[in-house]
Antibody
Framework: EVQLLESGGDLLQPGGSLRLSCAAS????????MGWVRQAPGKGLEWVSM????????SYAASVKGRFTISRDNSKNTLYLQMNTLRAEDSAVYYC????????????WGQGTLVTVSS | QSVLTQPPSVSGAPGQRVTISCTGT?????????VHWYQQLPGTAPKLLIY???NRPSGVPDRFSGSKSGTSASLAITGLQAEDEADYYC???????????FGGGTKLTVL
């Protein structure tokens, strides 16, 4: 059974940094593209970032480009999202999701981790 | 505003059929990019419901179906059940933005 377990969410002040982790099990992480999707409280889904199987190719939503960095450690079956210069509008539940290539869906999702940015 | 446009809400009585539209542009759905649909039950993570326009993952009832035409896609739910009450999101890829895009979501209420 595919399982994705996010961790690292926290309450922090604007301008701060945070690294989210997503531990994958039940499948071989190295065989799949992976992504992050967020959902602000009471709002819809927003795609955040995407990383290719090898990790060489990454892409970001305009709202986070230059501040967030996605990475993966296939040997640890773990996906990461480094978030810098956080803003109040980055407050959301962050979901790790399997898949998400240009034509591929996000076929499995984690339970999410909450990031709150507030002074 | 979301790149893909969905109605904010739809409703139907048990047993009825409802459809949820997802309207895009020539930069996304109209360029031939596939549409996927997700169901988010209250307080839970999204779940893949329909992939590549009209395909159901294993375990999804055949009451759910998807279609795509031109710059739009639709999700149809027949034989509405109380357990279908959820938020539904469409998703595709936008070549102009170079990013995956979601619709704003549609809240389905079963009356």
């Amino acid at each position: 059974e595919v399982q994705l377990l996010e961790s690292g969410g926290d309450l922090l002040q604007p301008g701060g940094s945070l690294r989210l982790s997503c531990a994958a099990s039940g499948f071989t992480l190295s065989n799949f593209a992976m992504g992050w999707v967020r959902q602000a409280p009471g709002k819809g889904l927003e795609w955040v970032s995407m990383i290719s199987v090898s990790g060489v190719s990454t892409s970001y939503a305009a709202s986070v480009k230059g501040r967030f960095t996605i990475s993966r450690d296939n040997s640890k079956n773990t996906l990461y999202l480094q978030m810098n210069t956080l803003r109040a509008e980055d407050s959301a539940v962050y979901y790790c999701a399997k898949g998400g290539g240009i034509t591929a869906p996000f076929d499995s999702w984690g339970q999410g981790t909450l990031v709150t940015v507030s002074s | 505003q979301s790149v893909l446009t969905q109605p904010p809400s739809v409703s139907g009585a048990p047993g009825q059929r409802v459809t949820i539209s997802c309207t895009g542009t020539s930069s996304n759905i109209g360029s031939g990019y596939d549409v996927h649909w997700y169901q988010q039950l209250p307080g839970t993570a999204p779940k893949l419901l329909i992939y590549v326009n009209s395909n159901r993952p294993s375990g999804v009832p055949d009451r759910f179906s998807g279609s795509k035409s031109g710059t739009s896609a639709s999700l149809a739910i027949t034989g509405l059940q109380a357990e279908d009450e959820a938020d539904y999101y469409c998703q595709s890829y936008d070549i102009s933005l170079g990013s995956r895009v979601f619709g704003g979501g549609t809240k389905l209420t079963v009356l």
